[in-house]
C-alpha cells in the first residue's frame, strides 16, 4: 500500500513518499498509483532520482508519451520529454519562457487530448517558479443543478491559435506555430464541456479556457458570456494551488480534472533563479486502466 499524505496548503492532491520510480514497479503499485491520481487529481512523488531514460520508462507505464507539436518544445535525443524553463537558449523568447503563463489543460487543441501530465523538478529558483493547478472537478461537482443541466451535451471548440489571440509571439515562435498549423498538425477540434472521466466516470469542467473559442450551436456572445463565467468560478481561490516545485519531485497531473498555469520569469542569471522541469504529456490508457478506459468524444461534425 502506498504511503500517502495530503499535500500542505493545498485543497486537492496527495503526496507518495517511500516509492523509487528508477525501479521497475510492481503493477499493483502502478495500478494504486492511477487510482490515486484519478481520485485526487494530483499526486506528487517524492525524492526521485532517475535519468532521462528511466523517466520515460516510469511515464510509458502510465500512458503513451505524446511529442509536442512545436520542434523547438523537444529535448534533444528525448522528443517525449519537453524541457520547460528559463536556462535553455531558446528560454530567451519571452513568448517561450512563458508561453504557458495562462490558465489552459495540456494539448485541449488535439482531438485525442493529453489525459496525464508529469514535472520532474530539475531546478528550482529561489523565489517564484510555482505552477499553478486548478480542480475542475470539485469546481463542476459545486455548480447548481440548473447549471449542469445547461451545460450537459455541450461541445466546446478548441484552437492552438485561440491562446495566441492577445498575447505577442516571437517570430521564431509564430513561425512553428505557423508550420505546425500548415503541416496539419494543429487543427481546430471539438470537446464535451463537462464530460465523463474514462476510468472513473465522474464529471469535471473541462478546457473551460485557454484554448477555447466557442460553442457549438451556440452565438459567440452567449458562448464567450457561459465560458467567462464557468472561468470565473472555476478560478476561485478555493480550488487552486500553487506548487513551489522540490528538486527530486515528480508532479503527476490528472489534465481532464485540472486546469493548470505556469509563473512568469526572466532568463536565468544564475543557479538562485534558475528553473528546469522535464515534462512529459501521456494520452490513452495506463497499462492498469487497458480494458476499463472509456473516453468520451463527440462524433465527428
Given at each position: 500500500?502506498?504511503?500517502?499524505?495530503?499535500?500542505?496548503?493545498?485543497?486537492?492532491?496527495?503526496?507518495?513518499?517511500?516509492?523509487?520510480?528508477?525501479?521497475?514497479?510492481?503493477?499493483?503499485?502502478?495500478?494504486?498509483?492511477?487510482?490515486?491520481?484519478?481520485?485526487?487529481?494530483?499526486?506528487?512523488?517524492?525524492?526521485?532520482?532517475?535519468?532521462?531514460?528511466?523517466?520515460?520508462?516510469?511515464?510509458?507505464?502510465?500512458?503513451?508519451?505524446?511529442?509536442?507539436a512545436l520542434t523547438y518544445a523537444r529535448?534533444?535525443?528525448?522528443?517525449?520529454?519537453?524541457?520547460?524553463?528559463?536556462?535553455?537558449?531558446?528560454?530567451?523568447?519571452?513568448?517561450?519562457?512563458?508561453?504557458?503563463v495562462y490558465w489552459h489543460t495540456e494539448h485541449a487543441y488535439e482531438a485525442n487530448p493529453v489525459n496525464t501530465l508529469l514535472f520532474y523538478a530539475q531546478q528550482v529558483p529561489q523565489v517564484g517558479g510555482e505552477t499553478w493547478l486548478a480542480d475542475m472537478r470539485t469546481a463542476f461537482e459545486d455548480l447548481d443543478e440548473e447549471m449542469k443541466r445547461r451545460i450537459d451535451g455541450l461541445i466546446v471548440k478548441h484552437d492552438f491559435c485561440a491562446?495566441?489571440?492577445?498575447?505577442?509571439?516571437?517570430?521564431?515562435?509564430?513561425?512553428?506555430?505557423?508550420?505546425?498549423?500548415d503541416a496539419g498538425r494543429l487543427p481546430p477540434v471539438r470537446h464535451y464541456l463537462s464530460p465523463p472521466h474514462p476510468a472513473t466516470g465522474r464529471k469535471s469542467l473541462y478546457a473551460v479556457t485557454g484554448f477555447t473559442y466557442g460553442i457549438e450551436g451556440m452565438e459567440d456572445t452567449e458562448a464567450n458570456a457561459l465560458l467567462a463565467e464557468l472561468e470565473a468560478h472555476a478560478l476561485n481561490p478555493k480550488y487552486l494551488y500553487a506548487r513551489k516545485h522540490v528538486v527530486g519531485d515528480i508532479l503527476v497531473l490528472d489534465t481532464l480534472q485540472t486546469l493548470h498555469r505556469g509563473t512568469a520569469?526572466?532568463?536565468?542569471?544564475?543557479?538562485?533563479?534558475?528553473?528546469?522541469?522535464?515534462?512529459?504529456?501521456?494520452?490513452?490508457?495506463?497499462?492498469?486502466?487497458?480494458?476499463?478506459?472509456?473516453?468520451?468524444e463527440p462524433e465527428p461534425a
Amino acid at each position: 500500500m502506498l504511503d500517502t499524505r495530503p499535500i500542505e496548503d493545498s485543497p486537492f492532491g496527495i503526496e507518495v513518499v517511500g516509492i523509487d520510480v528508477s525501479e521497475n514497479l510492481p503493477a499493483e503499485t502502478i495500478a494504486e498509483l492511477v487510482r490515486e491520481l484519478h481520485d485526487h487529481r494530483v499526486v506528487i512523488l517524492k525524492n526521485q532520482s532517475v535519468d532521462k531514460q528511466g523517466y520515460l520508462s516510469f511515464a510509458r507505464r502510465l500512458g503513451r508519451p505524446d511529442i509536442h507539436a512545436l520542434t523547438y518544445a523537444r529535448l534533444p535525443d528525448y522528443p517525449e520529454i519537453e524541457p520547460i524553463g528559463n536556462v535553455n537558449n531558446k528560454d530567451r523568447e519571452t513568448s517561450i519562457r512563458n508561453g504557458a503563463v495562462y490558465w489552459h489543460t495540456e494539448h485541449a487543441y488535439e482531438a485525442n487530448p493529453v489525459n496525464t501530465l508529469l514535472f520532474y523538478a530539475q531546478q528550482v529558483p529561489q523565489v517564484g517558479g510555482e505552477t499553478w493547478l486548478a480542480d475542475m472537478r470539485t469546481a463542476f461537482e459545486d455548480l447548481d443543478e440548473e447549471m449542469k443541466r445547461r451545460i450537459d451535451g455541450l461541445i466546446v471548440k478548441h484552437d492552438f491559435c485561440a491562446a495566441r489571440r492577445n498575447r505577442d509571439g516571437s517570430e521564431f515562435k509564430n513561425s512553428a506555430i505557423n508550420a505546425a498549423r500548415d503541416a496539419g498538425r494543429l487543427p481546430p477540434v471539438r470537446h464535451y464541456l463537462s464530460p465523463p472521466h474514462p476510468a472513473t466516470g465522474r464529471k469535471s469542467l473541462y478546457a473551460v479556457t485557454g484554448f477555447t473559442y466557442g460553442i457549438e450551436g451556440m452565438e459567440d456572445t452567449e458562448a464567450n458570456a457561459l465560458l467567462a463565467e464557468l472561468e470565473a468560478h472555476a478560478l476561485n481561490p478555493k480550488y487552486l494551488y500553487a506548487r513551489k516545485h522540490v528538486v527530486g519531485d515528480i508532479l503527476v497531473l490528472d489534465t481532464l480534472q485540472t486546469l493548470h498555469r505556469g509563473t512568469a520569469l526572466d532568463f536565468t542569471t544564475g543557479p538562485h533563479d534558475a528553473r528546469l522541469l522535464w515534462n512529459i504529456a501521456l494520452k490513452g490508457a495506463p497499462e492498469s486502466c487497458v480494458g476499463n478506459w472509456h473516453p468520451c468524444e463527440p462524433e465527428p461534425a
